[in-house]
């Protein structure tokens, strides 16, 4: 069965700053996607960024990229230019590239970010 | 608002009773699936349907069912409700049965027994 750790349950971050939140998990699959989502006070679950696993290039959306490790099954989340939206609960999550009863996202426990005026 | 619509966004109910939480896909999406996140288990995936039919099933406990409709909204129906099934309940939906580009969530349902 597949596990997705976040070993990180708190991080900090100075506004204007860099962070990084780290994602391991463990998959004896060779196909498969990777998201983080975050979640606000709101707690509304927005997807961040996604990335396939057959592709090399890391995946960017805007202030937030990702460092994609296939062989080290790690997949980091890079937030640049820290802004106060930006805190919140950051969930990385696992799905099988296959469908049927792998259709469901696994979820890691999840980092809290904190960022500091 | 993501588009997919859950009601009521706050339930406060009594241990044994059942409540239905209810759920509107996005625009579109014909799978619907359902995500329970508490403190200690973290989120947790429930069951999913398509276009009307169950197509996985995760920690679903058996006091637990759902149901999806010709119109597409979902239906999550808990009962003899538990201390331990207040949750946070979350419905999320997308276009295929894969979710290529991730999940739409709704804003959840908060869910207390007392």
């Known amino acids: 069965a597949q596990t997705v750790t976040q070993s990180q349950p708190e991080m900090s971050v100075q506004e204007a700053e860099t962070v990084t939140l780290s994602c391991t998990y463990d998959t004896s699959e060779s196909d498969y996607y990777l998201f983080w989502y975050k979640q606000p006070p709101s707690r509304q679950m927005i997807l961040v960024i996604r990335q396939e696993a057959y592709k090399q290039q890391n995946a960017t959306e805007n202030r937030f990229s990702v460092n994609f490790q296939k062989a080290a099954k790690s997949f980091s989340l890079k937030i640049s230019d820290s802004q106060l939206g930006d805190a919140a609960m950051y969930f990385c999550?696992?799905?099988?590239?296959?469908?049927?009863?792998?259709?469901?996202?696994?979820f890691g426990t999840g980092t809290l970010l904190a960022v500091q005026p | 608002d993501s588009g997919v619509t859950q009601t009521p966004k706050h339930l406060i109910t009594a241990t044994g009773q059942r409540v239905t939480l209810r759920c509107s896909p996005r625009s579109g999406d014909l799978s619907v699936y359902w995500y329970q996140q508490s403190l200690d288990q973290g989120l947790q995936f429930l069951i999913q349907y398509y276009n009307g039919e169950e197509r996985a099933k995760g920690n679903i406990l058996e006091r637990f069912s759902a149901q999806q409709f010709p119109d597409l909204h979902s239906e999550l129906n808990l009962s003899s409700l538990e201390l331990g099934d207040s949750a946070l309940y979350f419905c999320a939906s997308s276009a295929r049965q894969g979710a290529d580009y991730g999940y739409t969530f709704g804003s959840g349902t908060r869910l207390t027994v007392v």
């Open positions: 999550a696992y799905r099988s590239y296959y469908g049927g009863a792998t259709n469901k996202l696994i």
